[in-house]
T-cell receptor, first 116, second 112 residues
Framework: GAGVSQTPSNKVTEKGKYVELRCDPI?????LYWYRQSLGQGPEFLIY????????DSGLPNDRFFAVRPEGSVSTLKIQRTERGDSAVYLC??????????????FGPGTRLTVL | KQEVTQIPAALSVPEGENLVLNCSFT??????LQWFRQDPGKGLTSLLL?????REQTSGRLNASLDKSSGRSTLYIAASQPGDSATYLC???????????FGKGITLSVRP
C-alpha cells in the first residue's frame, strides 16, 4: 500500500475486555514495530518484528500484551483483560529492513484505545 | 539506558522567523536519528533521517544537524509558516536493536 494503515482508528472498550489492533505495513517492508503513545509523551517501543518473528518484545509491559505477524505482513496487537491504564494511542511503523542495518521508519495514523 | 530530551516543551514564534529546535541524547553510540512531525490527533510524519556517519540532512526549508559526540541534534526551520505549527519529535536508534527512543516533543506554534 501507499503507507502504513491501522484499524480501527478508534476503539472504546470496557475494563476487562479483549481487544485486537491491526497494522498493515508498507508493501515489501520486512520490519514492523509497535509503539504506544500516552498524552503529552513521545511514543514508547513495544515490540519489533523482522519477518514473521518477534525480534525484540522487551517493551511489552506485561503478559496481557501479545502481538503476531503470521505471514510477515499484517500484524495484530492483542490486549487481554484491558485496564484503564492501557488507554493510549497505539502506533505501528514499518521499515524496509531492520536489525543491524535498519533504516527510516514510517508510521501509521495510530489507533486510539480508550478503556472505560 | 538511552534518554532523549527536547527543551522547551512549547515554542511560539511569529511567521517568517527562522528557528532551531533542540534535541539531546545521553548515549552517543547511536545508529541514526530521525526527526518527525505530529499534527494533533494524527500519526508521525518522518521529516529527516540522519545516519550516525552524517553531520546533516536537508529537505526544503528544513535542515537537521547531528553532533554525535556531544549527544545533540538540531532541526532548523527557515522562514517559518503557520502551516509548520505541529509537535516535532526527535528519536534515536541505539545499538543493533531497531527500536527508536523518542523525546517528548516540542509543540511549535507559528503566529500569522
Amino acid at each position: 500500500g501507499a503507507g502504513v494503515s491501522q484499524t480501527p482508528s478508534n476503539k472504546v472498550t470496557e475494563k476487562g475486555k479483549y481487544v485486537e489492533l491491526r497494522c498493515d505495513p508498507i508493501s515489501g517492508h520486512t520490519a514492523l514495530y509497535w509503539y504506544r503513545q500516552s498524552l503529552g509523551q513521545g511514543p514508547e517501543f513495544l515490540i519489533y518484528f523482522q519477518g514473521t518473528g518477534a525480534a525484540d518484545d522487551s517493551g511489552l509491559p506485561n503478559d496481557r500484551f501479545f502481538a503476531v505477524r503470521p505471514e510477515g505482513s499484517v500484524s495484530t496487537l492483542k490486549i487481554q483483560r484491558t485496564e484503564r491504564g492501557d488507554s493510549a494511542v497505539y502506533l505501528c511503523a514499518s521499515s524496509e529492513v531492520g536489525g543491524a542495518i535498519g533504516n527510516e521508519q514510517f508510521f501509521g495514523p495510530g489507533t486510539r484505545l480508550t478503556v472505560l | 539506558k538511552q534518554e532523549v530530551t527536547q527543551i522547551p516543551a512549547a515554542l511560539s514564534v511569529p511567521e517568517g522567523e527562522n528557528l532551531v529546535l533542540n534535541c539531546s541524547f545521553t548515549d552517543s553510540a547511536i545508529y541514526n536519528l530521525q526527526w518527525f512531525r505530529q499534527d494533533p490527533g494524527k500519526g508521525l510524519t518522518s521529516l529527516l533521517l540522519i545516519q550516525s556517519s552524517q553531520r546533516e540532512q536537508t529537505s526544503g526549508r528544513l535542515n537537521a544537524s547531528l553532533d554525535k559526540s556531544s549527544g545533540r541534534s538540531t532541526l532548523y526551520i527557515a522562514a517559518s509558516q503557520p502551516g509548520d505549527s505541529a509537535t516535532y519529535l526527535c528519536a534515536v536508534r541505539t545499538g543493533a536493536n531497531s527500536k527508536l527512543t523518542f523525546g517528548k516533543g516540542i509543540t511549535l506554534s507559528v503566529r500569522p
